[in-house]
């Protein structure tokens, strides 16, 4: 009779935990872009899973709660519909990294860059890796990512000081579809964070959070 329960036992484990792991392996992950050249890539730790949970509450996306850390020359990349890439130093990608990029931005992926303050030189000249045809352009104000749930007239927020200059939204746009979106002068992902790293007004991170979620809707829907 005990040998009968056990295999009961092994046999009801089988069937159940495989259907708990699909569960949690199809939820949908976005990710953080680890990248080369010494700038702190890690930079804002908090403000992903902060997006995260805004977006689940607010938009009722389902995304996984933590988002996976991927390389720009692996693979994987192609798993995640958007990857973030912020910090303040140097970023280098090699010639593998920077195709794996480009074809992974052509097969539909969405690259998000926030300048955390001091990425925009070495962005500037590593982007040109990936589309050297291509210029940053800056997206006008009636473009849909400022026109998703939250409306954002007058183009991006503006969450922190940097050079006394405006926020800017700029992207790369390949066959109608925006790629690449490169937030500059406004620091986006650190009204993102916890409230307590900044201590910014709560109207602040509301904009900024909001602002976030209008880029990953536009993905979705685009």
């Known amino acids: 009779m005990e040998n009968i329960l056990k295999i009961i036992l092994i046999i009801t484990l089988f069937l159940i935990m495989p259907r708990w792991l699909w569960g949690q392996e199809t939820k949908t992950k976005i990710a953080l872009l680890k990248y080369k050249g010494g700038g702190d890539w890690y930079a804002n730790p908090t403000a992903l ?10 938009l009722k996306t389902d995304l996984a709660k933590q ?12 798993n995640y519909p958007y990857i973030h890439m912020t910090g303040h130093g140097n970023v280098v990608f090699t010639p593998i990294e920077a195709q794996n990029l480009q074809e992974y931005l052509l097969a539909g992926g969405f690259l998000h860059v926030d300048d955390n303050y001091g990425l925009a030189p070495s962005f500037r000249r590593e982007i040109k890796k990936v589309f050297p045809e291509e210029e940053l352009m800056e997206i006008p104000w009636d473009h849909p990512i400022f026109h998703q749930k939250y409306k954002f007239t007058q183009g991006l927020p503006k969450i922190h000081e940097h050079d006394g200059k405006r926020p800017q939204a700029l992207g790369i746009v390949k066959d109608g579809r925006l790629v690449l979106l490169f937030t500059f002068e406004t620091d986006l992902s ?32 685009n």
Request: aromatic share 10%; hydrophobic share 35%; net charge negative.
């Open 67 to 78: 988002a996976a850390t991927v390389e720009p020359g692996s693979r994987d990349i192609f």
């Open 49 to 58: 899973p902060n997006l995260i949970q805004f977006c689940n509450d607010n």
């Open 190 to 221: 650190d009204g993102w964070e916890d409230k307590e790293v900044h201590n910014d007004k709560e109207n602040k991170r509301e904009k900024a959070l909001q602002m976030g979620a209008n880029i990953i809707s536009y993905i979705f829907t």
